[in-house]
C-alpha cells in the first residue's frame, strides 16, 4: 500500500513538470515576472535628429535618459512617438504618469506622449503582482555648448601700483599657485605675490631674492625642466627652482631674450629656446637637460626679440615651439608666426603675401579647447586691442574668434596680460597694460567655454 502511494505522487510530480515544461517552454516564458524595459526610442517629424538618439536604461534605479544632451534650444512643440521592447514577452500593461502634471493613464503602447517634462513609466507582468517603474527624461542643452560668458572675477589685487607682471605657476606650500612677478612703478626692485591657483582672488606677498634691481626682463620668464629662468638686459641669465630664490646661471652664453622652451619627445631632448649676443651678433642658442648650451643661426630681419606670444605643441611625435607677433631688432612690429623644432633653427609659419591680423606686440597666447588663443596687444598706433585670434594648426593660419567668445564691452583692451588655464577648463586673464605708458592694470577677468564644463 504503501509503495502505491510513493508511486501515484510520483507519477503526480511527473504530469506536472511536463504540463508546465511542454514541448516548446512557452507557457514558462508567458508567466514570467520579468518586468524590465529593454530599448528605448523617441522620434517625431517636427524634432530633428531625435530617432537617432541613444537613451540608457538604468535598471537599478530606474531612469532613462540620454548621455549625450541634444542640442541648444531643442524643443517639442507636439507629442513623441515612444516605442519600447521589454525584456519578456509576459507584459500585461503599462501606466505611464506625466510626473508635472500628477497624471495616470494606461497607455497602449502606441499613442504619442508629452515629454516635455519627465514622464514615469510602470510596468505590469501577468502574474498580476510583479511591477518595475522607470522615469524617463529627455536631455536638451540649457545653454550653448559653444559660448564663452566672460566675468571679471576680481578688481586691485594688489594694493601697490604696477608698471608690468607677468604669472606663472608654481607649487608652493604643497599646491599649485599663481606666482605673479611684479615690476613696481615706483622705486626699484621687483615683487612677488601669490595666490592658489583654485581661488585667484587673495593675493600675498613673498620677498623675493636673489635678483638684481633693475634689467630683468621679466615679460619673459620661462619654466624649464622644474625651475624658472630669465634673462636680462645686460645678458645675465638667472634661475630659481621654487621661483622665489634666484641665482645666476654660471656657463651661460650671453642670453639677451628667451624664446620658450621644447618638452622632451622620443626622437629629442628637452630644450630652452633663447637668443644670445654672440661675438655682437644676436644669435639662436639653445640649453639642453644637461645644462649645455648649443649656437645655431644668427636672428634674421623680422623675427621678434620682444612682446611676441609663445607655446609649445606637439606634432607627429616631435616637440615644436611657435612665436607669433611682437617687435623685431630693429624695432619693427610684426604679424608674422615663426617655428622650430630645436631652438636653433627657425623657419616662417605665415606666408608673407596672406595677413591674418595687423602688425602688434604684446600678445599673449595660451591653448585652450584644443587651439591656440591669441589675446590682445597693441596695434601700430599704440592702442590696445582685445580681438581674440585663434589657431587649429599651431599659428600656421589665424581668424578672429567668432561673437560667442568675444570679449564684452567692460572688458579694458590691453597688451602685456598674463592668461592662464586652470584645471577646470576656464582661462584667466591678468593684468595688462592699456597703454605703453599706463600702469598695468591689477583686475582678474575669467570664463569657460559652456561645453568644456559638462559633466562627461
Keep these: 500500500m504503501k509503495n502505491s502511494i510513493i508511486l501515484f505522487l510520483m507519477g503526480c510530480l511527473s504530469a506536472t513538470l511536463f504540463s508546465c515544461l511542454g514541448s516548446s517552454g512557452s507557457d514558462e516564458v508567458s508567466n514570467s515576472p520579468n518586468c524590465q524595459i529593454q530599448t528605448f526610442t523617441l522620434s517625431s517629424d517636427s524634432v530633428s535628429g531625435l530617432s537617432s538618439v541613444k537613451f540608457t536604461i538604468d535598471q537599478l534605479s530606474g531612469e532613462i535618459y540620454n548621455l549625450d544632451s541634444m542640442p541648444y534650444g531643442t524643443t517639442f512643440k507636439h507629442k513623441i512617438v515612444c516605442k519600447i521592447t521589454y525584456a519578456s514577452a509576459t507584459v500585461s500593461g503599462i501606466q505611464a504618469t506625466y510626473i508635472a502634471k500628477d497624471s495616470t493613464f494606461w497607455w497602449n503602447g502606441s499613442d504619442s506622449l508629452d515629454f516635455t517634462q519627465p514622464v514615469k513609466f510602470v510596468v505590469h507582468s501577468h502574474d498580476g503582482v510583479s511591477t518595475k517603474a522607470y522615469v524617463a527624461h529627455v536631455n536638451i542643452h540649457q545653454v550653448q555648448p559653444d559660448t564663452l560668458i566672460w566675468s571679471q572675477r576680481a578688481e ?42 583654485s581661488a585667484p582672488d587673495s593675493w600675498q606677498q613673498i620677498t623675493l631674492s636673489g635678483l638684481p634691481t633693475s634689467g630683468v626682463r ?33 656657463g651661460a652664453p650671453s642670453v639677451k631674450y628667451i624664446l620658450g622652451c621644447l618638452a622632451e619627445t622620443p626622437s629629442a631632448s628637452t630644450t630652452l629656446a633663447a637668443i644670445a649676443d654672440v661675438n655682437g651678433t644676436l644669435t639662436f642658442c639653445s640649453m639642453n637637460s644637461s645644462s649645455a648650451w648649443t649656437t645655431g643661426e644668427a636672428v634674421p630681419d623680422g623675427f621678434p626679440i620682444v612682446g611676441f606670444g609663445t607655446k609649445g605643441y606637439t606634432a607627429m611625435y ?3 615651439l611657435m612665436v607669433v607677433a611682437g617687435k623685431d631688432k630693429s624695432s619693427q612690429l610684426l604679424n608674422t608666426t ?25 600678445v599673449t597666447v595660451a591653448r585652450y579647447d584644443s587651439m591656440l588663443y591669441m589675446i590682445g596687444g597693441f596695434l601700430s598706433d ?66 569657460r567655454i559652456n561645453r568644456l564644463g559638462f559633466k562627461k
Design 218 to 250: 621679466m615679460s619673459q620668464i620661462t619654466e624649464f625642466r622644474g625651475a624658472f629662468y630669465v634673462p636680462t638686459t645686460s645678458g645675465i641669465l638667472y634661475r630659481s627652482t621654487d621661483g622665489i630664490n634666484w641665482s645666476k646661471v654660471d
Design 156 to 197: 586691485n589685487i594688489v594694493s601697490e601700483a604696477v608698471s608690468s607682471q607677468k604669472v606663472m605657476v608654481a607649487q608652493y606650500e604643497g599646491a599649485e599657485h599663481y606666482f605673479m612677478y611684479v615690476t613696481p612703478a615706483t622705486g626699484s626692485g621687483y615683487h612677488l605675490y601669490h595666490s592658489l591657483v
Design 338 to 362: 615663426w617655428g622650430t623644432n630645436d631652438g636653433r633653427e627657425w623657419i616662417k609659419y605665415t606666408d608673407d603675401k596672406l595677413t591674418f591680423f595687423t602688425v602688434r606686440e604684446g
Design 318 to 320: 616631435h616637440d615644436y
Design 382 to 447: 599704440g592702442t590696445a586691442d582685445k580681438k581674440i585670434y585663434t589657431s587649429h594648426d599651431n599659428g600656421v593660419n589665424w581668424a578672429v574668434i567668432d561673437s560667442m567668445v568675444v570679449l564684452p564691452d567692460a572688458y579694458k583692451a590691453r597688451a602685456y596680460a598674463s592668461v592662464k588655464v586652470d584645471p577646470s577648463q576656464y582661462i584667466y586673464i591678468i593684468g595688462g597694460k592699456t597703454s605703453s605708458s599706463a600702469n598695468d592694470l591689477k583686475d582678474i577677468w575669467y570664463g
